[in-house]
């Protein structure tokens, strides 16, 4: 068990709705991250989050957004939902920023969206 | 542009023997490397972490090798077992960039 949770872990949705994942990180990280994995893709980084403020943008779509409250949860929304959507969101925190000496990343165990 | 290559095959070994996987990174300069291991359906757990500056580094029977020369990272598995059997996820890091790019994984299968 890392300590991230996700929510939920499956979520079945159709073609233009709108849905929001969520993750809370380990205690004591201030850093998360998103990530998308498609069916034999690899990881791909979307967005980071320190301590509330955005810090790092991967290829994340205009549909897609993010946030992280004072208590460092974090929240992924998609909208406007293509079958291409369908795929694991992960979820991940560190101790520290990119570069800094606590740099490892600790994953969620995933969110399974599938759009039909 | 930035890429990453790792073997897309799958790696099948003989338990007890030394897996090697192979890392290879172009157009850029991480400052550290990470490797990860991933079962299928589930999140990657971190392994190792490898600076620039440092050639080698080992934990229980796992070992990672930087060749910022070469751009790349090896890999091993010693006396592997069929518990070892998953995709190992390479995710060199650049400072700038502030974020990890993970490449696409090699499975290793571990035969008993």
């Known amino acids: 068990d890392s300590g991230v949770t996700q929510t939920p872990k499956h979520l079945i949705t159709a073609t233009g709705q709108r849905v929001t994942l969520r993750c809370s990180p380990r205690?004591?990280?201030?850093?998360v991250y998103w990530y998308q994995q498609s069916l034999d893709q690899g990881l791909q980084f979307l967005i980071q989050y320190y301590n509330g403020e955005e810090r790092a943008k991967g290829n994340i779509l205009e549909r897609f957004s993010a946030q992280q409250f004072p208590d460092l949860h974090s929240e992924l929304n998609l909208s406007s939902l293509e079958l291409g959507d369908s795929a694991l969101y992960f979820c991940?925190?560190?101790?520290?920023?990119?570069?800094?000496?606590?740099?490892?990343?600790?994953f969620g165990p995933g969110t399974r969206l599938t759009v039909t | 542009s930035q890429k990453i290559e790792q073997n897309s095959e799958a790696l099948n070994i003989q338990e007890g023997k030394t897996a090697t996987l192979t890392c290879n990174y172009t157009n850029y300069s991480p400052a550290y490397l990470q490797w990860y291991r991933q079962d299928p359906g589930r999140g990657p757990v971190f392994l190792l972490l490898i600076r620039e500056n440092e050639k080698e580094k080992r934990k229980e029977r796992l070992k990672v090798t930087f060749d910022t020369t070469l751009k790349q990272s090896l890999f091993h598995i010693t006396a592997s077992q069929p518990a070892d059997s998953a995709t190992y996820l390479c995710?060199?890091?650049?400072?700038?960039?502030?974020?990890?790019?993970f490449g696409s994984g090699t499975r290793l299968q571990v035969q008993p």
């Open positions: 995710a060199p890091m650049d400072t700038g960039r502030r974020a990890l790019t």
């Open positions: 205690s004591g990280d201030l850093s």
């Open positions: 991940a925190s560190s101790t520290g920023l990119a570069g800094g000496p606590s740099y490892e990343q600790y």
